[in-house]
C-alpha cells in the first residue's frame, strides 16, 4: 500500500449515519432511568434493580487512582438513551430494518445479511442503544441456545437473568459498573443449555453513533454444565470533537467443565493526531469460573479509544478451573490505555496464564495493570504471567504495575516483563529485504504480538492484525 | 478507647525557636492523620496503623539514652566503630582510618536535615526527632576497613518510639563500607528512621544492615539519595528478626554512568513481616540499577517487595532490573509483591521478574536418594536461596561473617 492511501486509512469508521434518534431526556436523573425502563418494556423487578444501583451511585465516588486522567465528566450533561427511531416497534426481519442501518453496517463490514451467512456467525448488532437484529436465531434455538438483547432476555427469560445479572459484577462493585447497572440499556445475553457445542462464534458489533451519548451496554454470557461458547465483540464511533463515554459492564459465568472463550477487537475513535475527541472507554469485565474444570479465557485487541482502561478478570472459584487473559493494547498519538487483568484464586489447581503486549508510539501512554491473587486455599495452584512492552520514540510511556499475592506454599506465582524498543537489526534486516520502514515496523510488530493474535478466532485475526498495522500508521521515520 | 500514643514536645530539646515552632507545624500535620493504613497505596501491605494499634498503647517518644551494659563487638574482622544507643550518637573509635579523612558527629538539630515530606511518618520523624549522626568521607579517600554501626537498643523502650534523622555523604572517588549492627534488649519500641545519602562522582558506597538476634522492634527507614557520575550505591538488606521493618529507598541515579543495586535476603518466622519498597529514578542516560530481593517465608511470616524504577525521557541506554523471589514454606505465610516500571524513554532494557513458590521438590527428592534426612535437606536449600545474596560482597571476611549469621538463623528452623 502506497503511503497515501495508508493516510486514507487512519479511522475508516469515522463517518455517522443520518438516522432520526429517540433520545431520553438529558441528565442523570430517576426520571431518565425510568424512561429508560420503560421504553424497554421492563417489568418492575428490573426497574427497582436499577434504582437500587442509582441510590448506590449517589454515594459513590468516581475512582482516580489510574494512571491516565480525564477531565471531569458531566454526567448531567449526557443523553443516556439513544435509539434510531424505526426501531421503536422492533423488525420482524432483516427486510424491516432501516436501509440506511443496513448501509452503516456494510460500510462496517458486519456479516449481517444473508450473503454473509456462509462466514457462520451469529450477530447481534448494537447500534447506540438498542439491539438492531440477531442473525441464525432460528439455528441457535434448535440447540437450545438463547442469544438475543439483554431486553428481551429480561422479558422472555427472566428467571436466568435475575439469577445471574449482578452475580459477577455486583451493583455496588464501583462508580462505572454501578452507572452501568442504573442505566444500561441493551446489550447481549447468551445461555448455553448443558453439554451444548454452540455451532458458530457468536459475535456482537457496537457502535456509538449520535453525539452526546453515552454507550452502556450490558452482556450476560452463562454458559451451563459442560458447554462451549466461543464470543466475539467488535466496536466503532464516528469521529467527533467531544469526547464520548462507554462503560459496559460484561459478565461471564462458567459451569462445572465449560468454557467461554470471549475475545475483543475495539477500534472505538480514538481521537484525532492532536487529542482531541476519542471514545472514553471505561468497560468492566469480569468472568466466574463457578464449576469445576471450567474455563474462560478472555483475548483483546486494543487499538482505539482515547483512553481505554479496563481490567477483564477471572475469579476462578472452581477446583481445576482455567483463566487465560491475551492481550495487545497499542497506542499511538495522545491515547492512553491503562488495561490489564485479575486473576483471583479460590479453588483448588487452578490455573492462570496472562500473556500482555503493549505497544506505545506518538505521545501515548500504555499501562499494563494487573493482579495475581491466590487465597490460602487455593492448593496447588498455579499463574504465569508474560508482559512485554515496546516503545517507539522517546514521547511515549510504558509502564507495568502488577500485584502478586500468594498465601499458599504449594502455589506457584511466576511473573516476568519486559521493556525494550524495536531491535535495529531486525529493521535493517527487513529494509535490506526491500520493506520499506513501515512496512517493516509492521511486520516486526505483529510478530511481537503474534502469541496473542494466534488466540483470535478467524474472523477476527485478519481484521486486528490490518489494524495493529494501522494504529501504528505515522509513528515511525 | 484507650489512647494510642501521646507526644511530648516539651522535653524535645530545641537549638531555635524556629525550631519548636517547625515542631509543633509537623505534629500538627502528623495528627491529621495518624499513622498510615492500607488505604495509602504506599502501605497497601503494610498496614501500619493495624500493626501499631495490636500491638502498642500509650506510645511515648523516647528521652532516655543511658548504654546499660558493654557491647559486644564483632570479632571476626578488623573494623572501625561507632555505637549508638536508642539511636543516639554515643561513642566511636575510628582508629583504622587516616586522621581528619572520615567525618563523624551527632546531628541535635533537625534544622539543616532538609528532605521533602512524603508520608505522615516524616512529619513525625520532624516532630520528634533528636537527631543522629553526620558520616563525611573526604575527597579520594578510601577506608581502609569498613565501619560498624553497633546500633544498640535498651531495656526501658517498652511501648516508646524513636525518631532520627542521619545524613552520610561521600565525597569525590572516596569509598566506604559501613555495616549496620542491630543488637537490642527485648523491649517493644518503634524506631522511625530518616536517612540522607550523598554519594558524589566515582565514589562507592556499600551499605549492610543485620540484625544480631531476634528483636521485638518496629522499624521503619526511608533512605531518600542522590548519585554523581560514576558512582556506585549497593545496599544489602540483611536484617531477619524484626517484627517489623519497612526499607524505603528513594534513590536518584542523577548523573551518567552511575549504578544503584539493593540486594536482600530475609528469613522471616512467627509474626514477622517485612517490606522493601524502592523507588529508583533513572533521570540520566546510561545508568544501571539492580534489585534482588530473597524471601524465605515460615509460619506467618510476610514479606513484601513493591520495587518502582523511573525512566526519565532522556535517560537513554537504561540498564534496570528487578527479581524478587519467595520460598513459602507455610501456608499462613505470605509474599506480597508489586514490580513497577515506569519508562519513558525507548532505548532502554528493563525487565522484572518475580517468583513465589515452595521449596522445589525434586531438588529434595534429589538429596533425599543421597541419603540426606528431609530437614537436612531443606536447610540446605534456604541456604542455597539466600547466600545467592552474598556473592556479591567481594569481601571475604565479611561474606564469610554474614553467611554464619544465616545459618544460625537457618539451624534454628
Not at chain 1, 133 to 144: D, I, N, P, Q, R
Not at chain 1, 339 to 348: E, P, V, Y
Not at chain 1, 454 to 471: D, T, W, Y
Request: proline share 3%.
Amino acid at each position: 500500500m502506497k503511503k497515501e492511501e495508508f493516510k486514507h486509512q487512519e479511522y475508516k469508521y469515522g463517518f455517522t449515519t443520518d438516522i432520526e434518534n429517540i433520545k431520553a431526556p438529558k441528565g442523570l436523573t430517576e426520571e431518565t432511568i425510568k424512561f429508560i425502563s420503560k421504553i424497554k418494556k421492563e417489568p418492575e423487578w428490573m426497574l427497582n434493580w436499577r434504582l437500587k444501583a442509582f441510590n448506590r451511585l449517589k454515594v459513590l465516588k468516581e475512582p482516580n487512582w489510574q494512571k491516565p486522567k480525564y477531565p471531569k465528566i458531566n454526567y448531567q450533561d449526557l443523553y443516556y438513551y439513544s435509539a434510531p427511531k424505526s426501531m421503536k416497534d422492533k423488525p420482524k426481519s432483516l427486510d424491516d430494518v432501516d436501509p440506511k442501518l443496513i448501509e452503516t453496517y456494510k460500510k462496517l463490514g458486519i456479516p449481517l445479511n444473508e450473503q454473509k451467512r456462509l462466514s457462520g456467525v451469529a450477530v447481534d448488532a448494537v447500534f447506540d442503544s438498542v439491539s438492531v437484529a440477531t442473525t441464525f436465531k432460528e439455528e441457535l434455538t434448535k440447540k437450545g441456545i438463547i442469544f438475543c438483547p439483554i431486553s428481551e432476555a429480561i422479558q422472555k427469560h427472566p428467571d436466568l437473568v435475575k439469577k445471574y445479572l449482578g452475580s459477577v459484577i455486583p451493583i455496588s462493585d464501583h462508580y462505572f459498573a454501578t452507572l452501568n447497572s442504573a442505566v444500561f440499556t441493551d446489550g447481549s445475553f447468551v445461555y448455553i443449555p448443558p453439554n451444548t457445542r454452540c455451532p458458530m462464534e457468536l459475535s456482537t458489533y457496537f457502535r456509538i453513533n449520535a453525539s452526546e451519548t453515552g454507550q452502556f451496554e450490558r452482556t450476560l454470557i452463562i454458559a451451563d454444565k459442560g458447554s462451549y461458547v466461543s464470543y466475539l465483540e467488535g466496536c466503532t464511533a464516528p469521529m467527533r470533537d467531544e469526547n464520548q463515554l462507554h462503560a459496559a459492564n460484561v459478565e461471564l459465568v462458567a459451569l462445572d467443565d465449560a468454557e467461554i472463550k470471549y475475545s475483543t477487537v475495539q477500534n472505538w475513535y480514538p481521537g484525532d493526531k492532536d487529542g482531541v475527541g476519542g471514545i472514553y472507554n471505561f468497560v468492566t469485565k469480569r468472568g466466574a469460573c463457578r464449576g469445576k474444570n471450567s474455563k474462560i479465557s478472555w483475548t483483546q485487541v486494543e487499538t482505539g479509544s482515547a483512553i481505554t482502561w479496563k481490567y477483564p478478570s477471572c475469579i476462578l472459584q472452581g477446583d481445576n478451573s482455567v483463566g487465560e487473559f491475551y492481550s495487545i493494547a497499542i497506542t499511538n498519538n495522545h491515547q492512553k490505555a491503562d488495561t490489564g487483568t485479575k486473576m483471583i484464586h479460590l479453588g483448588k489447581n487452578t490455573k492462570s496464564k496472562i500473556i500482555s503486549k503493549g505497544i506505545s508510539a506518538g505521545k501515548a501512554d500504555n499501562t499494563y495493570r494487573g493482579l495475581v491473587d491466590i487465597g490460602s486455599k487455593a492448593f496447588n495452584s498455579r499463574n504465569y504471567t508474560q508482559c512485554d512492552s515496546l516503545l517507539m520514540g522517546n514521547k511515549c510511556g510504558a509502564h507495568t504495575v502488577p500485584y502478586i499475592k500468594n498465601k499458599n506454599s504449594s502455589s506457584t506465582i511466576e511473573h516476568e516483563a519486559t521493556t525494550s524498543k524495536i531491535n535495529e537489526d531486525q529493521l535493517f534486516y527487513c529494509n535490506q529485504r526491500g520493506l520499506n520502514q513501515e512496512e517493516a515496523v509492521s511486520l516486526i510488530v505483529n510478530g511481537f504480538c503474534k502469541e496473542v493474535l494466534q488466540q483470535l478466532p478467524m474472523e477476527f485475526a485478519v481484521e486486528a492484525q490490518k489494524l495493529v498495522s494501522i494504529s501504528l500508521e505515522g509513528s515511525v521515520g | 478507647m484507650e489512647q494510642l500514643f501521646n507526644f511530648n514536645l516539651e522535653k524535645v530539646p530545641n537549638s531555635s525557636e524556629k525550631e519548636a515552632l517547625d515542631r509543633e507545624k509537623n505534629l500538627k500535620l502528623f495528627l491529621d492523620y495518624g499513622f498510615p493504613s492500607k488505604k495509602d497505596e504506599n502501605w497497601k501491605f503494610t498496614d501500619l496503623n493495624f500493626i501499631i494499634n495490636k500491638n502498642f498503647k500509650h506510645i511515648t517518644n523516647n528521652l532516655d539514652f543511658e548504654l546499660e551494659k558493654k557491647v559486644d563487638v564483632i570479632k571476626d574482622f578488623d573494623h572501625n566503630h561507632i555505637v549508638l544507643v536508642n539511636g543516639i550518637l554515643k561513642s566511636s573509635n575510628i582508629k583504622f582510618e587516616d586522621e581528619g579523612k572520615v567525618k563523624l558527629e551527632g546531628l541535635t538539630s533537625i534544622t539543616d536535615f532538609d528532605y521533602e515530606p512524603n508520608n505522615n511518618l516524616s512529619f513525625l520523624n520532624r516532630a520528634l526527632s533528636l537527631g543522629g549522626f553526620n558520616l563525611e568521607i573526604q575527597k579520594n579517600y578510601t577506608c581502609k576497613k569498613p565501619i560498624i554501626i553497633y546500633n544498640y537498643f535498651t531495656s526501658k523502650l517498652d511501648n516508646k518510639i524513636i525518631n532520627n534523622s542521619n545524613k552520610i555523604k561521600l565525597n569525590q572517588n572516596s569509598e566506604l563500607i559501613l555495616i549496620e549492627y542491630n543488637i537490642g534488649e527485648k523491649s517493644k519500641f518503634i524506631k522511625n528512621t530518616f536517612e540522607k545519602v550523598i554519594i558524589d562522582k566515582d565514589a562507592i558506597f556499600k551499605n549492610i544492615s543485620i540484625q544480631k538476634k531476634k528483636s521485638n522492634g518496629y522499624f521503619y527507614k526511608h533512605i531518600s539519595g542522590s548519585q554523581g557520575h560514576n558512582s556506585s550505591y549497593q545496599n544489602f538488606i540483611l536484617t531477619s528478626g524484626l517484627k517489623l521493618n519497612k526499607v524505603e529507598i528513594d534513590m536518584n541515579l542523577e548523573k551518567e554512568n552511575s549504578n544503584c543495586f539493593i540486594l536482600s535476603s530475609l528469613f522471616l518466622g512467627r509474626g514477622e513481616h517485612q517490606e522493601i519498597k524502592s523507588k529508583i529514578n533513572h533521570l540520566t542516560p546510561n545508568c544501571k540499577s539492580y534489585q534482588k530481593i530473597k524471601n524465605v517465608l515460615e509460619e506467618d511470616g510476610v514479606g513484601v517487595y513493591q520495587g518502582k524504577i523511573f525512566v526519565k525521557d532522556i535517560a537513554q541506554k537504561t540498564n534496570a532490573y528487578q527479581l524478587s523471589k519467595a520460598l513459602i514454606l507455610n501456608d499462613l505465610a505470605e509474599f506480597n509483591a508489586k514490580p513497577e516500571l515506569e519508562i519513558y524513554a525507548d532505548d532502554v532494557k528493563c525487565s522484572h521478574g518475580s517468583t513465589s513458590g515452595s521449596i522445589d521438590e525434586d531438588a529434595i527428592h534429589y538429596l533425599m536418594t543421597r541419603g540426606i534426612k528431609l530437614s537436612k535437606a531443606k536447610k540446605l536449600l534456604i541456604k542455597g536461596f539466600l547466600n545467592e545474596i552474598f556473592e556479591n560482597i567481594p569481601e571475604q571476611n565479611i561474606k564469610t561473617f554474614l553467611e554464619n549469621s544465616i545459618e544460625e538463623q537457618i539451624e534454628e528452623i
